[in-house]
């Protein structure tokens, strides 16, 4: 049973125009949510992270929304670049010592030239 | 900063072998995980070290997996006897006291 998921495998946008990435869970008692990005044959790297207690976070040309009532969580990139293109992934986590995260399956975010 | 290496980056074994990986972590994060993405699905769990002991191993998958961490350096994932479905890109992450998590490369293992 997957608790975080990414119903889009994959997402082709325009440079310079929005990506728009969503993410959903199941599990209200997460507490802090996270967008990695992965190139091949690397390690996913951070990207920006929410907590519950906010609604936006930005940092630069990435935005994470987060709607609690929804379970909903979406990362906007603007204006996208070509070196946007990479596997995106969702995760969460609950606060306290452990905070191991649970992963969505990913989004293949392909931003043409 | 050296960031969290792991290797090999690739193995192919055959059904019925042992593989070892390795990580060795940043220095001075005490937390150390092992994630495994199957077959592109989702980036899956598998153990929490805190220093050299196991917080967490509830997402091993069975008993043919054995993880350990020498001196709370860095640590290993054998696989005994690997099966088919044992193939993945297993990961290993380092964490320092909050959310700052930094992955390794990743080990591809194909198992046929």
């Known amino acids: 049973d997957q608790q975080v998921k990414q119903n889009s495998p994959s997402l082709s946008v325009q440079e310079g125009r929005i990506s728009i990435l969503n993410c959903d869970y199941t599990?209200?008692?997460?507490?802090?949510f996270l967008w990695y990005k992965k190139y091949p044959a690397e390690g996913p790297t951070f990207l920006i992270s929410?907590?519950?207690?906010?609604d936006k976070n930005e940092d630069g040309r990435f935005t994470v929304f987060l709607n609690k009532s929804a379970k909903h969580l979406s990362l906007h990139i603007v204006p996208s670049q070509p070196g946007d293109s990479a596997v995106y992934f969702c995760?969460?986590?609950?606060?306290?010592?452990?905070?191991?995260?649970?992963f969505g399956s990913g989004t293949q975010l392909t931003v043409l030239p | 900063e050296a960031g969290v290496t792991q290797f090999p980056s690739h193995s192919v074994i055959e059904k019925g072998q042992t593989v070892t990986l390795r990580c060795d972590p940043i220095?001075?994060?005490?937390?150390l995980y092992w994630y495994r993405r199957v077959m592109g699905k989702e980036i899956k769990f598998l153990l929490h070290f805190v220093k050299e002991s196991k917080q967490d191993e509830s997402g091993m998958p069975n008993n043919r997996f054995l993880a350990e961490r020498t001196g709370g350096t860095y640590s290993t994932l054998k696989v005994q006897p690997a099966e088919l479905e044992d193939s993945g890109v297993y990961f290993c992450?380092?964490?320092?006291?909050?959310?700052?998590?930094?992955f390794g490369s990743g080990t591809r293992l194909t198992v046929v």
């Open positions: 599990n209200s008692m997460f507490d802090y």
């Open positions: 995760a969460a986590s609950f606060s306290g010592s452990a905070r191991q995260l649970t």
């Open positions: 220095s001075g994060h005490d937390n």
């Open positions: 992450a380092t964490r320092d006291s909050g959310y700052g998590y930094t």
């Open positions: 929410i907590s519950s207690i906010k």
